[in-house]
């Protein structure tokens, strides 16, 4: 949970580093509260308000750490809208994101692991 306070926190920071398990356990968390709050809305027969307002509140978050995620990568923040091709975009998007850190500093900050 501390990682998805941590992306929370910092959801307008788009420079730096973000490590693969901060990107990945704050996508799992988002993922795990997107779907409850989804069930809620089915079972009680409520208006999408509620998980719209959830997906809306975390997208800035969710970009700002994607971006970072990025530049741990090596990669500018820009090839996140690679994901916008369809399939084979998304693939590489999730590559690049799954992709462990450069070891050492690069232009966007010292590595994160240490």
Same mark, same amino acid.
């Given at each position: 949970?501390?990682?998805?306070?941590?992306?929370?926190?910092?959801?307008?920071?788009?420079?730096?580093?973000? %490590?693969?398990?901060?990107?990945?356990?704050?996508? =799992? &968390?988002?993922? $795990?509260?997107?779907? @409850? +709050?989804?069930?809620?809305?089915?079972?009680?027969?409520?208006?999408?308000?509620?998980?719209?307002?959830?997906?809306?509140?975390?997208?800035?978050?969710?970009?700002?750490?994607?971006?970072?995620?990025?530049?741990?990568?090596? %990669?500018?923040?820009?090839?996140?809208?690679?994901? =916008? &091709?369809?399939? $084979?975009?998304?693939? @590489? +998007?999730?590559?690049?994101?799954?992709?462990?850190?450069?070891?050492?500093?690069?232009?966007?900050?010292?590595?994160?692991?240490?």
């Amino acid at each position: 949970m501390q990682w998805y306070l941590k992306v929370l926190k910092n959801y307008i920071v788009f420079k730096g580093r973000a %490590r693969c398990k901060e990107y990945w356990m704050f996508f =799992l &968390i988002d993922l $795990i509260i997107s779907t @409850i +709050l989804e069930r809620i809305e089915t079972v009680g027969e409520f208006d999408p308000l509620l998980s719209v307002s959830y997906h809306l509140a975390t997208l800035l978050p969710y970009f700002a750490v994607a971006t970072r995620r990025l530049h741990d990568t090596g %990669r500018s923040g820009w090839w996140f809208l690679i994901g =916008l &091709i369809p399939i $084979i975009g998304i693939i @590489i +998007l999730i590559v690049f994101l799954c992709q462990d850190s450069e070891p050492n500093s690069n232009k966007y900050g010292s590595n994160p692991k240490h």
